[in-house]
Each structure stands twice: as structure tokens, then as C-alpha cells.
């Protein structure tokens, strides 16, 4: 008899039919799976965490403290010789088991759900009206998150250590390399922007950074080509040696790249059409019919596109532009068909656009596929939180731009794993703290600063970092919305999906002309700010001097701040300093990010910080004196006494006006009950 399949091996993190239970538990188990197999079936969120809710169910609870139900489920609900199921000893077996709140909530409400699924679908019956009348009581309840949390805070990256990055991924052309650039034109040639002047075997440490060497043979090799990057590797193999031929994958850095660009989600990026399938293909700039593909869709009169490059007419200047179509935009493709999800970004950014099409060309030639990857066959691996059949059939075909060269397999035309970039991203920041520490960027008091987690020489190396890579999309999008003066229906469309912004993307055309002009502007605006910006956020960045010197609105959102966030997000303001570094946007994807939107007084307590709600800002965003994350000090005292002289003169005439509304108000009431008299 084989021995029992160990939890890593028994495929239950992608068995939506728990199988798993047969081979690991038993045969035993056959009617607990048919009908989580059932239940998981109606399912269309949360699947990943219902199906783990299940199994530690299933396992740490059914199996350890009521055996006696595994063959026969009525005496779950009858119980057997004086132990009967109940809710507080099974919640008291999650606490002991799950540390997260949030998870625990969880496994306590989804086991309901379930067992309340079963009660209708098994131990029901029709009354005479043809209602179903339940025979037996679910032993289970639901429970709310109450247990406490420390309260965490996340900072986003500043502006000028964003363009840093960038350029440690992609070192562009100095001065003195794009002067002989020039001097090289040929007569009527113009000198183009720098990133022209390059191509992926110039991103040097980010090849040295990962993993991503894959094996081909020597006849894909392109020596002529800038964009392949390649190396030879003696190995011994059966006793030979031999000479390997690989090529470097720049998937995961251009992934990282593209989110130093653009304020989208990994997700977002990881799911991005090449446009492979599309009629019109994007190419130098230009716009053609694609003839490249035979699986190519679509028409000029009724053309089919999917791809990250969008053919947009623009009606101010009567040509097509390029913008950028982001084909999932999480909650809000919900119930939507394929074509109906994502949104468009109608921004021509050229520098983005250039290597978009670098890399699809990479993939087409080096890692080409012969169709569109139906999302149904996508794995846990390549979607994160695991989706319905249902999901995935929606989302229909894509051809992945970001499909992982270097997997092997049917993986090759899948997107590279949600957790792939975590430590090219850690090994990225620490590149970029040690190249602040070698140029003397430092706190006041000559500490290092810090962007990732140091690990314990002895001790296995972890990828933690002080600002998650999923906090560049809120960095981007403060950066745009407290350094520039874009307009908001040009961040909305940035931004395309936040709900408070909807009304303003409805009532607001963009064409792509207006945009490009706007984000210029803006990328200028950045540039001349951003310098200024690290130097005035180190200025008094000791935390010691901070807790001595200053005033503020509430000392435990302060403690909160200073003992979990790192001073790189700190900035200055006018009359202070804004320990959420003037961050105005409420993030989907961090629900303890603070900001202008949660400033405000606590309306709602709870255990658990996540839970906690507090209200805006008082009279909206950047009213920073009525603000939880505001501190000050002595030396702003001159602007502090400028806002507040201001602000009563602001309250004079409010109140002149209110008393000249009031007099006019009198004469009306008195001339009404004089008409009224007569």
C-alpha cells in the first residue's frame, strides 16, 4: 500500500474539486468532497481563500475533534456519545492555528457559509408552498475581526529615487556619450531622445541581478542583435563536457520598468496583451495592418484589439495616436466579457511605448507562440489569488507580453509567477541604498538610509523591503498629484478605476494630444522638483529630534509613524512636515497606507488595525494643520502664524457675508408678512 501523499505533494493549492482529500484523508471522506467540490462551484471570489478555509476545516477540525461525522454527516449537526460541534471550539482551534485576524475571520465564515450550503442542499425539505424548510441547525457562526493588531504604515517611494531606479535598470546616454551621438548624425539625421540610444544588452545590472538565463540552441542566436543578450557555459554531463548556449529573459526587469513609468498594478502588468492577436500592429511608431501573425483577428472595417498598444483617433489634431490599453482593472471588470474589461490610458509615452514594443518583438522572436494562452489554463502561480472557472473563462485568450521565457514548457506562454519579481525588487533597492551611501546621501546624524531589510549574517536571506513594490503605483500617483499642477481629469485617467474619481473621467474628454502635453509638462515639472525634494525631506530627519521638537494632533498616529516608517517618506510642507509624504490617494491594494483620506478624527474603533476607520481630512485633502499625520515645529511658526491669518480673514468674511445675507433675509421675511397683512 503507498503511504499517503504529504500536504506539499497532493495538489490541494490548485484542486477546486478537492481530490486531495480522497488521496490524503481517505475514501472516507467522498461526500465531504463531492459537496466542497459542489459549493466551490457556485463560488466566483475569494476561491483561494475559501478553498484553504475548507481544508483547515476539513483537516485541523472534522478530522481532529469530530471523526465520528467523516462517514456520516448527520451527526455533525446531532453530535455523538455527549460531544457535539459547536462554534466556540472551533474558533478556539482556528486562533491557535491562524495568526492573522483577517484570516480568521475568514475560516470561521466561509466554514458557515459552507455547512449552511449543506444544511439547504442535504438536510432540507419543501414545505406545501414549496419553500425549503431546513431539518437540522448549523452548529457554526459567523464572527467579526476583534483581535488586536499593530497599527502599520507603508511610505511611498519619493519621486527622485524613482528616476534613480530607472536608471540602475536602464542607464541612459550622459552628456558627453550623447554629444558624440550627435557629432555622428549624418547631415539631415536629428538627435533623438536618449533612451533611443538603447536597447536591452545595456541593461547590465539587472542581467547580473536574476536568474533569468534560459538554454537555446546556438541557431537562435542573434549576434547582430542588440536586444540578445547571450553567454556559453562549459557543464559536464554524463561524464562531458559540453558547451551551453542561454539567453538572458529581460521580462522581470522590464516588468519592474514599466511600474517605475506607469502607477499600475503587478498584476495589471503581468497580464498585459502583446497585441499579437490585434489587427493593427504598432511598429516603429507607426500603425499597419498585422500580416505577421496567421492567428491575427479581426479587420480593417472591424478590427479586433487586445494588445497594451491602442490605435486612438485623435479629433484635435485628425490622427491616430498611441495610447495604452490596461485589459484588467480588477473589481471593476467584474461580470464583464473580455473586450469590455480594463481601460484606456490615451498618453502617447513614447519612452514607455519604445520598449513595449522592444520586448514584444523579443518575445516574438525568441519566445514565440502560435496562439493567444486561453486563462483557463492558467495556474495559483501565474494569478495569485487563485480564480473561478468562471473568472478565468471570462477573461477569454491573451497572448501575454509578459510570458516567462525562461519557465519551461506550456509556462513559456504563460505570465511570469505573481512572486517572480520580489527579489529582483529587493536586490534592486539595496542597490539603490548602497549607491545613496557611496555619494554621502545620509539622515542628519550620519545614519545610513534605509530602503531594504537587513538579515543576520548565519541567517537564510529574505526579500522584506521598506517600500513594497506594490506602493510605486501610490508613489507615481502622489508624485503627479502634489508636484505637478496636472489637472485631476488627467490623474483620473491615470488612475482609471478609483471611484471617487469616476464622475470627473464621465464628465471630462481627454484626447490624446491634451494628455501628451499635460504629462510633458508634468515630467518637466518632476524633474525640476524632484531634487529639491530629497534635499528638504532629510533636512530634519532625525526621529529623536522630531519626538523632542515638535506639535502635533494625535500621539499615537504620531508613534505609529516614527516607530514603523522609514524618514525617506517623510516631506515637508509649507508649515510642517507630512510623515505620509503628502500622500492624497487611498490605495487598493494597502489598507494601512495613511494619508489626507484618513487624517481625520476615529470614527470607529477596533481590534485590529485594518478595521479602524477614521474620517478625511477636515475640509478635504491637504488641510494639513487638521491632520493626525501632521507635525510641526518652532521654525514654521511664521507660515503657522501666515495660514492662520489668512484663514481668520477667510472666517471675517464668511462671517460679514453671512450677516449681509442675514440683513437681506429680514427685509424679505418683513416685506412678506407686510403683503401678507394687507
Known sequence: ??????????????DLAFLWMLTTLGAEWRQWQELAAKWMATQTLGISDKREALGRFFESYIAEYAPYAISDLSLFFKGYQGHKCSSEEFEQIIRSTVAASANIQKGMNYAYEFIDFVVKDVFSEK????????????????????????????????????????????????????????QNLKQEEKLLPAWHYRHFK??????????????VGPELIDKNDPDCVWRTREVTRKGKKITLYQIWSPVKAMMIFIKLHLPLRSSQVRML??????????????????TRHDFALGSAKRPFGKGIFRRIYDTMT???????????????????????????????????????????????????IAKPTECTLLLRKHIHHQGSDRQLKSMGEIAFLFRDASARGEDKQKPIPYNASDSFW??????????????????????????????????????????????????????????????????????????????????????????????????DTLDVKSRLSVRNFLKDASMEQIQCRMAYHSEGSIQTALVNRNPIGWE???????????????????????????????????????????????????????????I????????????????????????????????????????VRTVLTK
Open 273 to 290: 496583451d502583446s497585441g499579437e492577436a490585434d489587427t493593427w500592429r504598432y511598429e516603429n511608431g507607426r500603425w499597419i495592418l498585422n
Open 426 to 523: 529587493y536586490q534592486l533597492l539595496l542597490e539603490l541604498e548602497n549607491q545613496l551611501a557611496a555619494r554621502g546621501d545620509t539622515l542628519d546624524n550620519d545614519e545610513r538610509l534605509k530602503l531594504v531589510v537587513d538579515y543576520p549574517e548565519g541567517r537564510m536571506k529574505g526579500t522584506a523591503t521598506l517600500f513594497p513594490l506594490h506602493s510605486l503605483r501610490v508613489s507615481l500617483i502622489t508624485a503627479y498629484t502634489m508636484d505637478t499642477q496636472l489637472p485631476l481629469p488627467v490623474i483620473s485617467k491615470l488612475l482609471a478605476g478609483h471611484t471617487r474619481l469616476l464622475m470627473t473621467i464621465y464628465y471630462n474628454k481627454i484626447t490624446p494630444s491634451v494628455m501628451a502635453d499635460k504629462m510633458s509638462e508634468a515630467h
Open 1 to 14: 500500500m503507498l503511504p499517503p501523499k504529504s500536504k506539499k505533494n497532493d495538489g490541494r493549492t490548485s
Open 202 to 215: 545595456y541593461w547590465v545590472w539587472a542581467q547580473h541581478a536574476g536568474s533569468d538565463w534560459f538554454e
Open 127 to 182: 414545505d406545501n408552498y414549496g419553500n425549503l424548510v431546513p431539518l437540522v441547525l448549523n452548529p457554526l457562526r459567523k464572527i467579526k475581526k476583534g483581535y488586536v493588531a499593530t497599527e502599520t504604515v507603508r511610505n511611498p517611494l519619493p519621486y527622485r529615487y524613482i528616476q534613480n531606479l530607472r536608471q540602475i535598470l536602464c542607464p541612459l546616454p550622459d552628456k558627453t556619450e550623447l554629444t558624440i551621438i550627435g
Open 632 to 671: 510641526t515645529e518652532a521654525r514654521f511658526l511664521p507660515a503657522l502664524n501666515a495660514q492662520f491669518n489668512q484663514l481668520s480673514y477667510r472666517a471675517h468674511q464668511a462671517s460679514a457675508l453671512s450677516v449681509e445675507i442675514e440683513g437681506e433675509l429680514d427685509i424679505r421675511k418683513r416685506a
Open 318 to 368: 485628425g490622427l491616430y495616436s498611441t495610447g495604452l490599453y490596461i485589459n484588467t482593472n480588477k473589481t471593476a471588470d467584474q461580470n464583464k466579457n473580455e473586450l469590455e474589461r480594463g481601460y484606456i490610458i490615451p498618453w502617447q509615452n513614447e519612452e514607455v511605448l519604445y520598449w513595449l514594443e522592444k520586448l514584444r518583438n523579443w518575445q516574438e522572436k525568441y519566445n514565440p
Open 572 to 630: 515637508e510642507r509649507s508649515c510642517g512636515l507630512c510623515l505620509m509624504g503628502g500622500n492624497t490617494v487611498k490605495p487598493d491594494e494597502i489598507n494601512t497606507l495613511g494619508g489626507c483620506w484618513n487624517g481625520g478624527v476615529l470614527i470607529k474603533d477596533s481590534g485590529s488595525a485594518a478595521s479602524r476607520i477614521y474620517e478625511s481630512v477636515p475640509h478635504g485633502p491637504q488641510n494639513c494643520i487638521r491632520c493626525r499625520w501632521f
